[in-house]
């Protein structure tokens, strides 16, 4: 076996030349995939790509639901009118939501 300063490897991913020391594994799904790189061409395994090893379950439906018994009250609107004057729950009237408007004819015609 090669040892000390004289002994080279190279990079499987860029073929430069580095010491020997210099050459790690290459991680991928935190399992070495074989290739022995330089230290600055490291590719750290990143945790977005550990598929299948975090829970990503989500549960939606709830658990022994209740139904709401005030289903009536819980309905009704308060001071709901499209254009106004519709009564609050103190008993007062909206102001300043009154609307008019004219309509006319409109007539096309082609040539």
Request: hydrophobic letters at 30%; charged letters at 25%; proline letters at 5%.
């Amino acid at each position: 076996m090669a040892r000390g300063k004289e002994a080279y490897g190279f990079c499987d991913r860029t073929g430069f030349r580095y010491p020997l020391s210099d050459l790690v594994q290459q991680i991928e799904n935190g399992k070495p995939n074989g290739q022995r790189v330089g230290r600055d061409m490291l590719d750290i395994d990143h945790e977005q790509w550990k598929i299948g090893e975090i829970n990503m379950a989500e549960d939606i439906s709830l658990r022994d639901p209740r139904p709401d018994r005030g289903q009536t009250e819980s309905r009704a609107m308060t001071a709901w009118s499209p254009v106004g004057g519709g009564v609050t729950e103190s008993g007062s009237r909206t102001v300043g939501l009154d609307i008019s408007f004219k309509a006319g004819q409109v007539t096309v015609g082609g040539s």
